[in-house]
Structures are given as C-alpha cells and as structure tokens.
C-alpha cells in the first residue's frame, strides 16, 4: 500500500509478508511474544532484537528466553523476580540487559556469557554478590549495581578494561579489590553511601582522568580524604 494507507490483514503472516521493518505490539507476556515472534520469522527470515517485559509483577522468567538468540536488548524492569534461569547465558548477542527493581539477591554467573554485553542495570535489587564471571563481558562499558547489599567485589571486575561507567552507590561496601587501575577506560565512579574507610592503591592512578567521581558519605580516614584531594584537586 501507499504510504500513509492503513491496512487490516487477517493474519500476522499476511501482515508482514514482503516488509522491510516490523513494529509489533502484542502484551507484554513472553510466552505471547515467542509465539507472535516465531510467525514472523518464518515469513521474513528476521529476528526479534528488542523485549521490553515491564512493570507485570513477575516473579520468575521462563527458560524459554534462552529460545531468542537473536537478541539485542532485553528490559525487566520493576518485577518481582528472584532470581534468573540459567539460559540467559544462551542470549550470546544481547547488547543491553535491565534488570532494576527486582528481588534479585545475586547477580547470576549466567551473564558471563553474555559475550557482547555493553549494559548492565541491576540497581535497586538485593544483591549481594557479583559472580567471577563477569570477567568474560570483555566489552561491558556500563554496569550498574547501585541501591544493593553488596560489601565486596570480586578482583575479576578490575579485568573490564572497557568499562566506563561504575556506579556502586548505596550499597555495604568496606573495601574495593586491588588493582582497580586495570579499569582503565574508566570515566565515571560513583561509591557515594557505602562504608569505605580506605582505597586501594590501584585506583588513585585512575582518579585525576575520570570526569565525575563521588565518594560521599562514607567514613573515609583523614588520610585517604588527603589523597584523594590531592589527585583530584578538589
């Protein structure tokens, strides 16, 4: 049809048939989305990219998700989930993953096959632990765990060399683990509302370059406020 002609088809297939872009806007229910997703593949040989399951009180993800390898961008904002199948880590081209405002008590081991990962939101959870794995999320650039329970961070975090966004605030934590100066990409840290006292020698190698740093509320000894002044100049 002309541009501007709306049509009515009797069938997805007749719907999508010879297009070049499909916008669909069934419920947000994935055991819908697979279904409505699968018809259209078979007619356009495309792959859904982006599921937006939001704000629906879920409180378990199917394993199922796993099924859409093709995908690039996955929001499960405001659920209630506890916890996430471990055929997430099936999603090997998934780009950006949401997963704030849940009751997730643990960041699942299962991102770390996330290989192509470039954003993760987790804040405002109850996490309290990051799995080794994410050392694997080679081209990770954002990742933020603010609004937890955690107390510490696994060394291998220090491996995410493009990372350039790390934000921690509201959280336990007592101590950062050496060589933080491995995240040297590293432009924005926010640790404001924890419980620090000291840092890591690594991370005052990183400071004077980054473009916004907060470490606010935190019993930091006179001595680290001191060095901390003294690369930063503020």
């Given at each position: ?60 993800l ?7 390898a ?42 770390g ?67 933080m ?14 419980q ?39």
């Open positions: 049809p002309a541009e501007g002609t709306l049509t009515f088809c009797d069938s997805i297939e007749d719907a999508v048939e010879g297009v070049d872009w499909v916008q669909e806007s069934v419920p947000e229910r994935l055991q819908i989305k697979l279904v409505v997703y699968a018809r259209i593949q078979a007619v356009t040989g495309g792959d859904a990219r982006k599921l937006f399951l939001r704000r629906q009180g879920r409180t378990e199917s394993p199922r998700i796993g099924d859409l093709e995908l690039r961008k996955l929001s499960l904002y405001e659920n209630k989930l506890t916890r996430l199948p471990p055929e997430m880590a099936r999603l090997r081209r998934l780009e950006q993953l949401q997963l704030s405002g849940n009751r997730l008590q643990r960041l699942t081991p299962a991102v096959g996330l290989w192509e990962l470039r954003k993760l939101e987790a804040y405002q959870n109850y996490i309290g632990s990051v799995p080794s794995e994410i050392a694997a999320l080679e081209r990770l650039e954002w990742l933020h765990l603010g609004w937890n329970q955690l107390e510490t961070l696994p060394p291998e975090i220090t491996q995410l060399s493009r990372l350039r966004v790390l934000k921690l605030s509201n959280n336990r934590l007592k101590s950062l683990p050496r060589g100066e491995g995240l040297s990409a590293l432009r924005e840290l926010d640790l404001s509302n924890n620090l006292r000291n840092l890591p020698d690594g991370l005052y190698e990183i400071l004077g370059r980054l473009d916004k740093f907060r470490i606010d509320s935190n019993p930091l000894t006179p001595e680290t406020q001191r060095r901390i002044a003294a690369v930063r100049g503020d």
